[in-house]
């Protein structure tokens, strides 16, 4: 569905992309995380066809980002709606602008609002709703006319659970009915969640893209030994045998054994040299 390949974008003395690559495939959550300034942003506006890349390719079901509009649903990192406008003006607006019509639109709109819950402020203001029903208003835009490719950046910052739990289920239910998502977030525990395939951006390029559990692979956990003389705990790749040394050294009873293997904040760590440029 999305190939990017090797995208490049300098700002003046700041490389933003530096060999950029992401793909897509219909039906895939691809989880993007890194640092800040890692280049994360740049990229979905690419692809979104606000930014021009300086070199690279990116192709949305084989078109440029600019014949592809009206496959793309996006949700901008910053909340962008209009304050005097309501929720269901937005939704209307943003539906016929990708040709849909009433009747449809309107059934549409009514299953989204159910959908993210939003059909208590449905006729208010964007510009007098909370910080996370302004989120879910912002999600619905993006997915008001089903595209083929969500472009989520940083859809839950600031969301309470409930809004967070609605919006992550919203976007299983259109990965489940084939689209392609690209979901840029600090939240690691909203990747596995969404099962998504996570891809790490660093210094404007992806340096390492799997399943949690390949990325988490050979990363060292963490054995925790609580004992009457003394707390024990080693940091290890191999859990079992570092235990069972450490069980090996101490001489008074054992109290207590706790085994923390590697979560994504140790690969987030692992990779963490700060990309703030
Ligand atoms: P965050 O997690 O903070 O949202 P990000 O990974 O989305 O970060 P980008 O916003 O893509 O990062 O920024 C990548 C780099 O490009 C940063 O060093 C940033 O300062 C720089 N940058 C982004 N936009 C501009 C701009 N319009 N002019 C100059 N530099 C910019």
């Known amino acids: 569905m999305l190939q990017a ?11 933003a992309l530096d060999g950029f690559s992401l793909e897509a495939a219909a ?15 740049t990229f979905v506006e690419m ?3 606000l930014l021009k890349p300086d070199g690279g390719e990116i192709r949305i079901d084989g078109r440029t980002p600019a014949k592809a509009r009206d496959r793309i649903g ?7 709606l209009y304050r005097s406008i309501t929720v269901r003006e937005h939704l209307r607006f943003y539906g016929r602008l990708a040709g849909l019509r009433a009747p449809a639109l309107r059934a549409r709109i009514d299953d989204l609002a159910a959908e993210l819950r939003m059909t208590g402020f449905l006729d208010r ?8 029903q302004q989120r879910r208003a912002q999600a619905a835009t993006a997915l008001i006319h089903s595209p ?32 392609a998502v690209v979901y840029t977030t600090h939240y690691l ?7 998504a ?7 404007g390029r992806i340096v390492a893209r799997g399943s949690a559990a390949e990325l988490l692979d050979g990363l060292p956990g963490e054995v925790l030994v609580g004992a009457a003389d003394g707390d024990l705990k080693v940091t290890t790749t191999d859990v079992t045998s570092t235990l069972l040394e450490l069980l090996g050294t101490v001489r008074g009873p054992v109290e207590s054994i706790e085994l923390r293997p590697a979560n994504l904040d140790d690969l987030y760590r692992s990779l963490a040299v700060s990309d703030v440029r």
């Not at 390949?5 to 490389?15: E, F, I, M, P």
């Not at 203001?125 to 996370?132: F, K, V, W």
């Not at 395939?197 to 210094?203: F, L, M, P």
Request: charged share 20%; no cysteine; proline share 4%.
């Open 197 to 203: 395939t996570i891809a790490v951006a660093s210094h």
């Open 125 to 132: 203001p964007a510009g007098l709703l909370s910080g996370g």
């Open 74 to 80: 996006i949700s901008p990192q910053h909340i962008a």
């Open 47 to 49: 692809v979104s066809g």
């Open 189 to 195: 525990h909203e990747l596995s969640e969404l099962q």
């Open 5 to 15: 390949t090797d995208l490049t974008k300098r700002y003046d003395d700041v490389q």
């Open 27 to 41: 039906g895939e959550i691809v989880g993007l995380v890194g640092h800040n300034g890692a280049g994360k942003t």
């Open 148 to 179: 083929g490719l969500l472009l989520l950046d940083e859809p839950t910052a600031g969301a309470d659970p409930e809004t967070r739990q609605a919006l992550l289920e919203a976007v299983k239910r259109r990965a489940g009915e084939g689209a």
